[in-house]
């Protein structure tokens, strides 16, 4: 049972445009969202995360936005750049001993 | 990438051998993880450990063990390695002690089972 759906798998922008990546949860006890982003060749690291006490926190260009009463959150980048292209993870956790659940991942591709 | 370092960082070894991989960490962070990537299924928790030997398994855990000893190591180990266990292999850390919930990822190693 995947408990983090994320989508698109992949996504092309142009540059400058918005890139947006959706993520939908089902367990009502996750209480930390964040989204990493992982270049080729190297381990993920985290972007930007988010509690579900606010429904939107944003830092540069990009910004997370959370709904708890559907249970998504999705990843916004403003202004995409050629060096934004990389693959995105969502994921999820809860207080205590728990590991980050992760989505499968999109890669983001901005073309010029 | 936040002190941690793995090793071996690319490996190719035959089906049937035994492979342990190393993750080691210089930041005494009090829990680690092993995740394997593969294309189309991300991020998958293979073990992880929330102390000196104190450990548990994770969602794709079969054929693997793990041992820590110390504070700053993690060892993964593939009793008997098939062609499925071909995967990048990522070692994360975590101070959960603390307010944030962060994972910090290592480099990873890339293993071919052939």
């Known amino acids: 049972q995947q408990q983090v759906k994320q989508s698109p798998q992949s996504l092309i922008v142009q540059k400058g445009g918005i890139s947006i990546i959706n993520c939908a949860y089902e367990n009502t006890a996750f209480d930390y969202f964040p989204w990493y982003q992982q270049f080729p060749g190297k381990g993920p690291a985290l972007l930007i995360a988010i509690r579900p006490d606010v429904s939107e926190k944003k830092e540069g260009r990009f910004t997370i936005s959370f709904n708890k009463s559907a249970k998504q959150f999705s990843l916004h980048i403003m202004d995409s750049q050629p060096g934004d292209s990389a693959t995105y993870f969502c994921?999820?956790?809860?207080?205590?001993?728990?590991?980050?659940?992760f989505g499968k991942g999109t890669r983001l591709s901005v073309i010029a | 990438d936040a002190g941690i370092t793995q090793s071996p960082r690319h490996k190719v070894t035959e089906t049937g051998t035994p492979v342990t991989l190393r993750c080691h960490q210089t930041e005494n962070h009090r829990y680690m993880y092993w995740y394997r990537q593969d294309p189309g299924h991300g991020l998958r928790l293979i073990h992880y450990?929330?102390?000196?030997?104190?450990?548990d398994k994770g969602e794709v855990s079969d054929g693997y063990s793990v041992s820590r000893s110390k504070t700053e190591d993690f060892l993964l180990t593939l009793e008997s390695a098939t062609s499925s266990q071909t995967s990048v292999y990522f070692c994360?850390?975590?101070?959960?002690?603390?307010?944030?919930?962060?994972?910090?990822f290592g480099p990873g190693t890339r293993l071919t089972v052939t």
């Open positions: 994921a999820a956790s809860y207080s205590g001993n728990t590991p980050l659940v």
């Open positions: 994360a850390i975590s101070d959960r002690d603390r307010i944030t919930y962060e994972q910090y």
């Open positions: 450990s929330y102390g000196v030997k104190d450990t």
